[in-house]
């Protein structure tokens, strides 16, 4: 608990630095010659607006409800991608894991798909399913699965020989090994993989709103940037970041419910 509170701690700390610096940075005119013969702001606020803007800004967007419809939005794209990519990125990883015939026949195929540029995607996303919600899920979909894919292939990859042949001589059936071999194996993986995942649903469903949407926080983002407006750009790059962390924490603790199992690590002195 008292590690738990120190770490927690030197987090705030970190963002409490940051923002100091943001802030004296764009409210405190310095004076260097060197650079300029008039006094100047390291970080002009034109440029990346001040945290008491940004703060007041997103109060104000919550306070009087404008955001909530274009959260709610982006949060259910976020979550359809998260939850879509994932289940398939385990059936898929799993299923390729254990048939090493059709792992290795779709091996290229799979690495071409990877490979391609996901902002080429989002249009044709937009020709096929239209500048509703589904295109946007797509896009996440696209960044979700491979990341969990991946780790779920090569968790279960990472079993021990040995420990699937001790198994095996106890009389395990396929189901079995399944369940209390591979599964296993692959949780750790997985849920590494899931913590990332979280953050590139996100990025999906913003990106594919940034690109053609009439609502979301991708689009009140690049409604901001048209018109300038650092202010509201920095405002709902806050909004989406306290929202990755939320998402985050929820994803830890449902991984420390099911890997109550795996050791604690070792903490220093």
Known sequence: MRNRFTLFTLQVLVAVVL?????????????????SPKPFYPLDPFFFSTPLAVFERTFKDFYTGVIWYHLGITLLETMLAFAIGAFGGVLVGFWFARKAVIAAVF????????????????????????????????????????????????????????????????GMSERQLMRNVFWPS?????????????????VGAVVGEYLGSAAGLGYRIHQ?????????????????????????????AIENRLLVWRPAPATQA
């Open 186 to 202: 692959a949780l750790t993986w997985m849920f590494s993989s899931l913590h990332t995942a979280v953050g590139f649903a996100l």
């Open 19 to 35: 923002i100091a610096i943001w802030h004296f940075g764009s409210t405190v005119k310095v004076s260097i010659p060197a650079l």
């Open 107 to 170: 091996d290229p195929y799979v690495k071409m798909a990877n490979a391609l540029p996901r902002v080429v995607l989002a249009p044709i996303f937009a020709l096929w399913l239209g500048l509703g919600i589904w295109s946007k899920v797509a896009l996440g979909v696209t960044l979700v699965f491979f990341i969990v894919f991946f780790n779920v292939y090569q968790g279960v990859k990472e079993v021990s020989p040995t420990l699937l042949a001790n198994a095996r001589m106890l």
């Open 224 to 252: 901001a940037e048209g018109v300038f407006d650092v202010t509201g750009v920095f405002s709902g790059m806050l909004v989406l970041s306290i929202f990755v962390i939320i998402i985050d924490t929820v994803v830890s």
